[in-house]
């Protein structure tokens, strides 16, 4: 029997009525109660309130399976022991200082060996504040002052990560091979979009030829590889060298937004692929859960940052860069995520992802499931997106049922998720067997 979205909203209020009661309380101090935008859920998020292992708990009692993990965040699910053991170690010694402590260095010295291409590291609180870094550090190192990125791309949210950002498909993006520039937030400064030079994703020769046309005035290109936020559009090898190549050539920064992508391997996409980008951005996993990030490269560009020779290029300062908490976190989950873990984990993702696709085979539904180490995403179309502008052509309301049908049933997923490494064949049966019991519901 056809289940409509309708129906599935009237379960998820019966389910979730101390939910929308905070929500409805959150109107009066926040503003529509929200203060994260990716977690708004039309008609009211759910609460949670505390998560353990591979599941979460909200406030009305219902535990699911998370294949979220904070968008991606958590490789280790919620609560590990071994990060708790290592938190609670330390939060009694203080959690902040006035002054460096020794696991700055551990953290650096782990990420040089992991990521070669980070040849000096720096901390910093966010994966917004480690784009903001390394945009600046290029303009500084290069001279020049404009910035590249691809259509639809996600790079945190300071003013020029801000264009072209999931940008509604209209005649303002211009041609697929040379994309405007458009703001994808209102409030940006004077200029941003002038100062950003947005690429076609995975067409090389347009691509290219952008970037020679805008070669004297770039200071930097910044990819995410996996296009993590835009769908999960993955990038053919020769694009990604072609891209190294070509800013090789011409003097401009190589940046990888390895924010996501560091879930693909222990050394992130840029092992994978071989390519060694002059500057990488770390946050999520590299905080193992905790509010962080790191970004470096290539020492000559870094030394920026050194401020032993008198004031430094960039003063880069932040209360809580290189705080213990994060250190201590993100080590203890480094440590726990070895090579051998990454194996286990992208294995157990691919399985997963294609008893997913045999489900939709099996009950007719036209859907192709992406995968990148731990990372997958389910589209309704026919074949795998190869760019943003095919990418959004996935059609936001079978993903809306098929989110809610799960939720209900005890499980949450987004589009797709990232598994966490605390997770059994069983879990992955689980997700399995309910999408195949949705399907049966399926009202498409
Ligand atoms: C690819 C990418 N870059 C940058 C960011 C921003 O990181 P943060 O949310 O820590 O500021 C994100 C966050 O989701 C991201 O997915």
């Known amino acids: 029997m056809p289940t409509s979205v309708d129906q599935l909203l009237s379960t998820y209020h019966n389910q979730n009525v101390t939910s929308f009661r905070l929500f409805t309380r959150a109107q009066s101090s926040l503003p529509g109660g929200n203060t994260r935008t990716g977690v708004f859920f039309n008609p009211f998020p759910v609460y949670i309130r505390r998560g353990e292992g591979v599941h979460t708990t909200d406030v009305d009692g219902n535990t699911r399976?998370?294949?979220?993990?904070?968008?991606?965040?958590?490789?280790?699910?919620?609560?590990?022991?071994?990060?708790?053991?290592?938190?609670?170690?330390?939060?009694?010694?203080g959690t902040a200082f006035f002054g460096p402590t020794e696991m700055e260095i551990e953290l650096a010295e782990l990420l040089k060996e992991r990521v070669p291409s980070m040849e000096r590291v720096r901390f910093c609180s966010s994966g917004t504040e480690a784009v903001m870094n390394v945009l600046r550090v290029a303009r500084a190192f290069t001279g020049k002052t404009?910035?590249?990125?691809?259509?639809?791309?996600?790079?945190?949210?300071?003013?020029?990560?801000?264009?072209?950002?999931?940008?509604?498909?209209?005649?303002?993006?211009?041609?697929?091979?040379?994309?405007?520039?458009?703001?994808?937030s209102k409030g940006l400064a004077p200029g941003t979009a002038?100062?950003?030079?947005?690429?076609?994703?995975?067409?090389?020769?347009?691509s290219e030829a952008i970037i020679r046309k805008n070669a004297d005035n770039l200071a930097a290109i910044i990819i995410d590889p996996l296009s993590t936020a835009s769908g999960?559009?993955?990038?053919?090898?020769?694009?990604?060298?072609?891209?190294?190549?070509?800013?090789?050539?011409?003097g401009i920064v190589l940046i990888f937004d390895e924010i996501v992508s560091f879930r693909m391997s222990s050394g992130g996409t840029q092992s994978v692929f071989g390519i060694n980008p002059d500057l990488t951005c770390l946050?999520?996993?590299?905080?193992?859960?905790?509010?962080?990030?790191?970004?470096?490269?290539?020492e000559d560009i870094m030394s920026i940052y050194?401020?032993?020779?008198?004031?430094?290029?960039?003063?880069?300062?932040?209360?809580?860069?290189?705080?213990?908490?994060?250190?201590?976190?993100?080590?203890?989950?480094?440590?726990?995520?070895?090579?051998?873990?990454?194996?286990?984990?992208?294995?157990?993702?691919?399985?997963?992802?294609?008893?997913l696709k045999e489900a939709f085979d099996n009950a007719g539904v036209v859907a192709s499931v992406a995968v990148a180490g731990s990372i997958f995403r389910i589209y309704f179309l026919e074949q795998l997106p190869e760019n943003y502008r095919q990418a959004v052509l996935d059609d936001s309301d079978?993903?809306?049922?098929?989110?809610?049908?799960?939720?209900?049933n005890g499980i949450v997923i987004r589009q797709g998720g990232a598994p966490s490494f605390p997770m059994t064949e069983n879990h992955a049966s689980q997700l399995v067997d309910e999408t195949r019991r949705a399907l049966k519901e399926w009202p498409f």
Request: glycine share 10%.
């Open 194 to 206: 002038e100062s950003v030079v947005v690429l076609p994703f995975n067409d090389a020769a347009a």
């Open 65 to 93: 399976l998370d294949f979220v993990n904070n968008a991606t965040a958590l490789i280790l699910g919620h609560g590990h022991p071994k990060v708790v053991d290592a938190l609670q170690n330390r939060i009694g010694h």
């Open 283 to 298: 946050a999520k996993v590299v905080a193992g859960g905790t509010a962080g990030g790191a970004f470096g490269g290539r």
């Open 398 to 408: 079978k993903h809306r049922w098929l989110y809610l049908w799960l939720l209900n």
């Open 306 to 355: 050194d401020p032993t020779k008198g004031t430094p290029g960039i003063p880069q300062s932040g209360t809580y860069n290189g705080n213990p908490i994060a250190m201590v976190a993100g080590l203890t989950t480094l440590r726990e995520m070895g090579e051998t873990a990454y194996a286990q984990l992208n294995d157990f993702t691919a399985n997963l992802c294609k008893a």
């Open 146 to 184: 404009r910035i590249a990125k691809f259509e639809g791309a996600y790079h945190g949210i300071d003013d020029p990560a801000m264009i072209s950002y999931l940008p509604p498909l209209s005649n303002a993006l211009g041609p697929e091979s040379e994309p405007h520039s458009v703001d994808s």
């Open 232 to 250: 999960l559009t993955l990038p053919h090898p020769e694009f990604i060298q072609s891209l190294r190549d070509v800013t090789r050539e011409l």
